[in-house]
């Protein structure tokens, strides 16, 4: 069973850094390096800032919870929210190859997720709650979990 830690907060940008430092102590406690939180630190701000601003609008009255999960071997952030309709699959495939002059602002932020963690999943559940699953594989130098989890 995942040792799994949460917090609830506003839909404000002011509170990013406290969600970042949250995911990185318990990234730290899990065994990660500091490389590998500092990238997890990225794309969780990066996951954040989206529902904040395209999720809520910047509607501060509004909250989500972000989930830290330990289990061996794997290091899961889900951030959860019922902000407004997203669908995945209908943002175009950015062309990387464009000057920043022809670039349109916005749209890496998946490119980005994708590139710092090891898998990224999106889903929405029939009650509209919508999970963005970041996930980092936890590696020793023995190829075994950093983490000893208690046997249940």
């Known amino acids: 069973m995942p040792q799994t830690s949460s917090i609830v907060v506003p839909a404000d940008v002011r509170y990013l850094e406290a969600v970042c430092s ?3 102590g318990i990234a730290a406690i899990a065994g990660m390096d500091k490389e590998d939180i500092h990238r997890l ?3 969780v701000d990066e996951a954040c800032t989206n529902v904040i601003r395209h999720g809520y609008d910047n509607d501060a009255s509004q909250s989500y919870t972000v989930s830290c999960s330990i289990e061996p071997g794997v290091f899961t952030v ?10 995945l699959g209908s ?3 950015p062309d990387l190859n464009a000057t920043v002059e022809d670039r349109p602002i916005g749209g890496l932020g998946m490119v980005f997720m994708r590139k710092l963690v090891d898998d990224v999943s999106y889903s929405v559940e029939p009650d509209g709650l919508k999970r963005l699953r970041l996930v980092k594989h936890l590696h020793a130098p023995s190829g075994k979990s950093r983490v000893d989890l208690p046997k249940t």
Request: without cysteine; aromatic residues 10%.
């Open 78 to 87: 889900e951030v959860q929210e019922r902000g407004k309709p997203f669908d």
């Open 22 to 24: 949250f995911v990185s």
């Open 91 to 93: 943002l175009p495939e």
């Open 41 to 43: 630190e990225v794309a």
